[in-house]
């Protein structure tokens, strides 16, 4: 039996721990092991579905030491005006080119793919080949990283919570670019990114509006990606926090909050007539979301229960089907809703968002505290756990706990220098464009609103949690 000794044993190597082990190994001399069951880095990413790409910028993902993609600005498509976003198979080169080009040749990182890691023992900690059955024990000198307790579900390996009729044409987006005959019209089943992804992608290849069916059993706010941007355009990631915190001052619940952000253009709905439920942090262009308003063919009766070859049946009704209908499954709910727990604890450290919405540079911040600071306690308060449910009521919480975090490391100088240099941060090199009125207009509006912001917030927080009066 193999048995090899490290500093840290990283569980994991997906969109956190590949950033995690990037910026923990730039700011320290430590050895990780880096173990995970798929063949290469890459996570969810490698089975991701052949026409997906991210939602946010090429500049703020992947691992803060490699450049992902040119910085480029689309000029054409749905994502003109906004910095370029990469395909799922340039993620993974990058992570790939991150671990065999930098991390390996370093001599600080092993990496154990096709291994499952099975726990811990007397003898230490365990994982074995899949192919081989070889068992490995490690010592792990300092802490084991468990990146998997936010692991996503995804869309290839989800097995759906309703019944499908075998003679059903059911599918996950993965297999809809290998349909080799024309269907009487597709039902797209979910409410989240994937299925907007599916729906537009099917608008964009000719299908016609009409011959798609969306099954939506609440709505989702989605994000204006223009209103998110780095680099040149920073002055409008600055403006999107800055109108939050504003409305967070001063909106008489969450539901008030959303309604005068979208006003303000930071957030948008597909149907302006239905008051969404959730918020798992999309985003749409202009483009997108007119395109996704052409389907008027919406159901809204509760989620799926069972589809039949001439019926589906859901929670408030049913409707027709037919042997030509495609079903396509966007039922996977991506990040789960999960309990925050410290991220660092006596043996281990739990990865989780500790920035609002961004998993690598939030991953990437958890790593830097690790080398940076002694103590969990102290690491605690600089990286408190962001509960993520996506759920608009929760949401207030969700905020208080995302702008205390911040506010923390914004208190110690060489946080924020390494905040200031890392390339996962969309805020980056703010302060060299204070010159740009939204800029100027920002940093004012932040300034004045986020103590009143906080105060608000909590309000709401204890209001969602006082008990029904008799």
């Given at each position: 039996m193999k048995q090899i000794e490290t500093d840290y044993l990283v569980v994991g190597a997906g969109a956190s721990g590949m950033a995690f082990t990037d910026a923990l190994t730039s700011a320290a001399d430590v050895e990780v092991v880096l173990?995970?069951?798929?063949?290469?880095?890459?996570?969810?990413?490698?089975?991701?579905?052949?026409?997906?790409?991210?939602?946010?910028?090429?500049?703020?993902?992947?691992?803060?030491?490699?450049?992902?993609?040119?910085?480029?600005i689309d000029e054409t498509g749905p994502n003109a005006g906004c910095y370029e976003r990469a395909t799922g198979s340039e993620i993974c080169d990058h992570y790939q080119r991150a671990l065999e080009e930098d991390m390996l040749p370093s001599g600080k990182v092993r990496f154990f793919g096709m291994s499952d890691y099975l726990g811990q023992d007397a003898e230490g900690h365990r994982f074995v080949a899949t192919l081989?059955?070889?068992?490995?024990?490690?010592?792990?000198?300092?802490?084991?990283?468990?990146?998997?307790?936010?692991?996503?579900?995804?869309?290839?390996?989800?097995?759906?919570?309703?019944?499908?009729?075998?003679?059903?044409?059911f599918i996950p987006p993965n297999d809809i670019v290998d349909l080799d005959a024309g269907a009487f019209g597709f039902t797209v089943i979910g409410a989240g990114k994937t299925s907007m992804d599916v729906c537009y992608w099917l608008l964009d290849q000719g299908v016609d509006p009409d011959r798609i069916r969306w099954i939506r059993a609440r709505d989702a706010w989605a994000i204006d990606r223009a209103r998110l941007q780095p680099l040149e355009l920073v002055g409008s990631a600055l403006e999107w926090q800055s109108r939050i915190v504003e409305e967070a001052a001063g909106a008489e619940d969450v539901f008030d909050m959303f309604h005068r952000l979208e006003a303000h253009?930071?957030?948008?709905?597909?149907?302006?007539?239905?008051e969404p439920q959730v918020m798992r942090g999309?985003?749409?262009?202009?483009?997108e979301l007119e395109a996704l308003r052409q389907i008027s063919n919406v159901v809204r009766l509760?989620?799926?229960?069972?589809?039949?070859?001439?019926r589906v049946i859901l929670d408030e009704g049913s409707i027709p089907s037919d042997p030509g209908q495609v079903y396509v499954d966007c039922t996977a709910p991506g990040v789960p809703p999960i309990q925050a727990r410290p991220v660092f604890e006596a043996d281990r450290i739990v990865t989780q968002l500790v920035t609002f919405g961004i998993v690598p540079w939030g991953a990437a911040t958890v790593g830097y505290?690790?080398?940076a600071r002694d103590g969990d306690e102290e690491k605690n308060r600089l990286c408190p756990a962001v509960s993520y449910p996506g759920e608009l009521s929760d949401m207030a919480q969700t905020l208080v706990v995302g702008l205390k975090g911040p506010a923390a490391r914004?208190?110690?100088p060489d946080l924020v220098a390494w905040n200031e240099g890392c390339r996962l941060n969309p805020m980056r090199g703010a302060m060299d464009h204070l010159d740009d009125p939204l800029v100027q207009e920002a940093l004012a509006r932040l300034a004045a609103n986020m103590e009143p912001a906080l105060a608000n917030l909590e309000r709401m927080v204890a209001g969602s949690l006082a008990p029904a009066s008799a």
């Open positions: 173990v995970d069951r798929r063949h290469r880095p890459g996570g969810h990413w490698l089975d991701a579905y052949p026409f997906v790409r991210l939602h946010q910028p090429s500049a703020c993902y992947g691992v803060a030491s490699r450049k992902l993609g040119d910085d480029r081989t059955g070889e068992p490995t024990i490690v010592k792990v000198r300092r802490k084991i990283v468990d990146t998997t307790y936010t692991e996503g579900a995804i869309p290839s390996r989800h097995t759906p919570s309703f019944e499908v009729d075998p003679d059903v044409t253009g930071v957030f948008h709905r597909i149907d302006p007539s239905v999309a985003t749409l262009s202009t483009m509760g989620k799926v229960r069972r589809i039949g070859t001439d505290v690790e080398a914004m208190a110690e």
